[in-house]
DNA sequence: GCGACAG
DNA sequence: ATCTTGTCGC
Protein backbone atom coordinates (compact mmCIF):
# COMPACT_ATOMS: atom_id res chain seq x y z
CA UNK A 1 0.00 0.00 0.00
CA UNK A 2 1.80 3.18 -1.02
CA UNK A 3 -1.10 5.80 -1.60
CA UNK A 4 0.01 8.86 -2.06
CA UNK A 5 -2.56 11.11 -3.88
CA UNK A 6 -5.52 9.45 -3.73
CA UNK A 7 -9.12 9.79 -2.96
CA UNK A 8 -8.33 8.35 0.33
CA UNK A 9 -6.32 11.11 1.18
CA UNK A 10 -9.26 13.25 0.79
CA UNK A 11 -11.94 11.63 2.18
CA UNK A 12 -9.72 10.86 5.39
CA UNK A 13 -9.18 14.35 5.88
CA UNK A 14 -13.00 14.81 5.66
CA UNK A 15 -12.80 12.12 8.43
CA UNK A 16 -10.70 14.27 10.63
CA UNK A 17 -12.82 17.57 9.85
CA UNK A 18 -15.39 15.70 11.41
CA UNK A 19 -13.69 14.80 14.26
CA UNK A 20 -12.08 18.22 14.65
CA UNK A 21 -15.40 19.26 15.05
CA UNK A 22 -16.53 16.80 17.99
CA UNK A 23 -13.32 18.37 20.15
CA UNK A 24 -14.21 20.03 23.46
CA UNK A 25 -11.85 21.57 24.81
CA UNK A 26 -12.98 22.56 28.23
CA UNK A 27 -10.76 22.49 31.96
CA UNK A 28 -10.29 18.52 32.94
CA UNK A 29 -12.20 18.60 36.27
CA UNK A 30 -10.87 17.04 39.30
CA UNK A 31 -7.46 15.42 39.53
CA UNK A 32 -7.49 12.49 36.94
CA UNK A 33 -6.27 9.35 38.95
CA UNK A 34 -5.44 7.00 36.25
CA UNK A 35 -3.13 8.61 34.03
CA UNK A 36 -1.66 6.45 30.55
CA UNK A 37 0.85 6.75 28.15
CA UNK A 38 0.66 5.38 24.63
CA UNK A 39 3.30 4.56 22.02
CA UNK A 40 4.22 1.91 19.35
CA UNK A 41 7.61 0.61 18.30
CA UNK A 42 8.03 -1.44 14.59
CA UNK A 43 10.16 -4.39 13.17
CA UNK A 44 9.62 -3.88 9.64
CA UNK A 45 5.93 -4.19 8.89
CA UNK A 46 4.67 -5.57 12.95
CA UNK A 47 4.07 -3.13 14.94
CA UNK A 48 3.72 -2.99 18.99
CA UNK A 49 1.70 -0.91 20.65
CA UNK A 50 2.06 -0.79 24.38
CA UNK A 51 0.28 1.25 27.08
CA UNK A 52 1.70 1.90 30.66
CA UNK A 53 -0.69 3.66 33.67
CA UNK A 54 -0.15 4.99 36.70
CA UNK A 55 -2.78 5.09 39.36
CA UNK A 56 -4.29 2.71 41.99
CA UNK A 57 -3.09 -0.06 39.83
CA UNK A 58 -0.45 0.55 37.58
CA UNK A 59 -0.61 -2.02 34.50
CA UNK A 60 1.29 -2.41 31.09
CA UNK A 61 -1.06 -4.02 28.09
CA UNK A 62 0.70 -4.22 25.05
CA UNK A 63 -1.46 -5.34 21.01
CA UNK A 64 0.80 -6.87 18.35
CA UNK A 65 -0.18 -6.86 14.65
CA UNK A 66 0.35 -5.79 10.94
CA UNK A 67 0.88 -1.90 10.20
CA UNK A 68 -0.78 -1.70 6.21
CA UNK A 69 -0.84 1.67 6.69
CA UNK A 70 2.11 4.27 5.63
CA UNK A 71 3.17 7.15 7.32
CA UNK A 72 1.93 10.15 5.65
CA UNK A 73 2.29 13.46 7.70
CA UNK A 74 -0.56 14.71 9.15
CA UNK A 75 -2.70 11.29 8.73
CA UNK A 76 -0.69 9.52 11.60
CA UNK A 77 -3.59 7.74 13.44
CA UNK A 78 -4.06 5.70 10.30
CA UNK A 79 -1.03 3.86 11.20
CA UNK A 80 -0.94 3.76 15.12
CA UNK A 81 -4.38 4.31 16.68
CA UNK A 82 -5.75 0.83 15.07
CA UNK A 83 -2.84 -0.55 17.33
CA UNK A 84 -3.32 1.75 20.15
CA UNK A 85 -6.53 1.30 20.70
CA UNK A 86 -6.28 -2.93 20.35
CA UNK A 87 -3.84 -1.95 23.33
CA UNK A 88 -6.07 -0.12 25.44
CA UNK A 89 -8.91 -2.89 25.07
CA UNK A 90 -11.91 -1.70 27.72
CA UNK A 91 -9.69 0.62 29.40
CA UNK A 92 -11.04 4.17 30.23
CA UNK A 93 -8.10 6.67 31.50
CA UNK A 94 -8.74 9.38 33.45
CA UNK A 95 -6.27 10.89 30.87
CA UNK A 96 -4.16 9.93 28.45
CA UNK A 97 -0.52 10.83 26.84
CA UNK A 98 -0.15 9.89 23.04
CA UNK A 99 3.33 10.05 21.66
CA UNK A 100 2.08 12.63 18.32
CA UNK A 101 0.16 15.98 18.49
CA UNK A 102 -3.09 17.03 19.21
CA UNK A 103 -4.90 20.06 17.68
CA UNK A 104 -1.45 21.24 16.69
CA UNK A 105 -2.29 19.47 13.34
CA UNK A 106 -3.06 20.79 10.11
CA UNK A 107 -6.43 20.20 10.54
CA UNK A 108 -7.08 20.09 14.29
CA UNK A 109 -7.37 16.25 14.63
CA UNK A 110 -3.37 15.01 15.37
CA UNK A 111 -3.21 11.62 16.68
CA UNK A 112 -4.43 12.57 20.07
CA UNK A 113 -7.57 14.29 19.43
CA UNK A 114 -8.53 11.12 17.53
CA UNK A 115 -7.98 8.34 20.29
CA UNK A 116 -9.35 11.44 21.98
CA UNK A 117 -12.82 11.59 20.65
CA UNK A 118 -13.34 8.14 19.24
CA UNK A 119 -12.75 6.49 22.90
CA UNK A 120 -14.91 10.18 24.51
CA UNK A 121 -11.74 10.85 27.15
CA UNK A 122 -9.33 13.44 28.17
CA UNK A 123 -6.23 12.90 25.59
CA UNK A 124 -2.83 15.32 25.53
CA UNK A 125 -0.58 14.99 22.38
CA UNK A 126 3.51 15.03 23.55
CA UNK A 127 5.39 15.54 20.33
CA UNK A 128 8.96 15.24 19.87
CA UNK A 129 9.23 17.44 16.82
CA UNK A 130 6.85 20.52 14.80
CA UNK A 131 3.64 19.33 12.70
CA UNK A 132 2.44 22.65 12.25
CA UNK A 133 2.35 26.21 13.61
CA UNK A 134 5.17 28.35 14.67
CA UNK A 135 6.55 28.87 18.34
CA UNK A 136 5.79 32.24 20.03
CA UNK A 137 6.82 33.37 23.45
CA UNK A 138 4.58 35.21 25.68
CA UNK A 139 4.71 35.65 29.60
CA UNK A 140 7.46 33.15 29.50
CA UNK A 141 5.71 30.74 27.83
CA UNK A 142 6.21 29.09 24.81
CA UNK A 143 2.92 29.06 22.65
CA UNK A 144 2.34 26.89 19.13
CA UNK A 145 0.19 29.19 17.26
CA UNK A 146 -1.62 28.51 14.43
CA UNK A 147 -3.65 30.60 12.14
CA UNK A 148 -3.57 33.35 14.80
CA UNK A 149 -4.62 30.75 17.75
CA UNK A 150 -2.58 29.11 20.05
CA UNK A 151 -3.13 25.20 20.00
CA UNK A 152 -0.16 23.88 22.29
CA UNK A 153 3.18 24.80 24.35
CA UNK A 154 6.71 23.98 23.51
CA UNK A 155 8.77 23.42 26.58
CA UNK A 156 12.19 21.91 25.72
CA UNK A 157 12.25 19.77 22.92
CA UNK A 158 8.79 18.60 23.08
CA UNK A 159 5.45 19.76 21.69
CA UNK A 160 1.96 19.58 24.08
CA UNK A 161 -1.24 20.06 22.75
CA UNK A 162 -4.55 19.10 24.02
CA UNK A 163 -6.27 15.96 22.46
CA UNK A 164 -9.88 16.38 23.70
CA UNK A 165 -11.83 16.72 27.35
CA UNK A 166 -8.46 19.24 28.51
CA UNK A 167 -7.93 22.81 28.07
CA UNK A 168 -4.79 24.78 27.08
CA UNK A 169 -4.07 25.07 30.94
CA UNK A 170 -4.25 21.67 31.48
CA UNK A 171 -1.95 21.42 29.18
CA UNK A 172 0.28 24.05 30.18
CA UNK A 173 0.27 22.35 33.77
CA UNK A 174 1.51 19.14 32.31
CA UNK A 175 3.90 20.22 30.39
CA UNK A 176 5.77 22.06 33.58
CA UNK A 177 6.33 18.18 35.05
CA UNK A 178 8.50 17.29 32.64
CA UNK A 179 8.96 14.43 29.88
CA UNK A 180 5.94 12.14 31.14
CA UNK A 181 6.74 8.70 32.95
CA UNK A 182 4.00 6.65 31.63
CA UNK A 183 5.12 7.90 28.18
CA UNK A 184 8.91 7.03 28.58
CA UNK A 185 8.10 3.82 29.98
CA UNK A 186 5.82 2.82 27.08
CA UNK A 187 8.32 3.89 24.86
CA UNK A 188 11.13 1.80 26.35
CA UNK A 189 9.16 -1.28 26.62
CA UNK A 190 7.46 -1.29 23.25
CA UNK A 191 10.54 -1.20 22.00
CA UNK A 192 11.68 -4.25 24.56
CA UNK A 193 8.80 -5.70 23.48
CA UNK A 194 9.63 -5.27 19.75
CA UNK A 195 13.26 -7.05 20.22
CA UNK A 196 11.54 -10.08 21.73
CA UNK A 197 9.61 -10.20 19.28
CA UNK A 198 10.54 -12.63 16.10
CA UNK A 199 12.45 -14.97 18.97
CA UNK A 200 10.15 -16.18 22.20
C1' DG B 1 7.47 24.49 -8.99
C1' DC B 2 9.67 24.39 -4.16
C1' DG B 3 9.94 23.53 0.71
C1' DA B 4 7.79 21.41 4.97
C1' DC B 5 6.28 17.35 6.77
C1' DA B 6 4.01 13.98 14.22
C1' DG B 7 5.94 8.63 13.99
C1' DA C 1 9.64 5.08 13.25
C1' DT C 2 14.22 2.42 11.92
C1' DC C 3 19.12 1.90 10.38
C1' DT C 4 23.66 2.89 12.22
C1' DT C 5 29.81 4.84 14.06
C1' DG C 6 31.79 7.66 16.20
C1' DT C 7 31.90 11.79 18.89
C1' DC C 8 30.79 15.69 22.21
C1' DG C 9 29.54 16.88 26.83
C1' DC C 10 27.86 16.41 31.71
Given at each position: MKLEQDYLVNFLYLVQNVIARQVNLAKLEGEPREICGVDVAYKGEVGVAVVVCDGENQLVKKATGRVGFPYIPGLLFMREAPLMIRALQDLKPDLLLVDGHGIAHPRRSGIATVLG???????????????V?????????????????????????????????????????????????VLREADRLSKVYRNDLKLS
Open positions: VLLNIPTIGVAKSRLGEVIEENGINYVVLNGEKVGVKVGKYYYSPGNLVSLDDVINLSRMGYPR
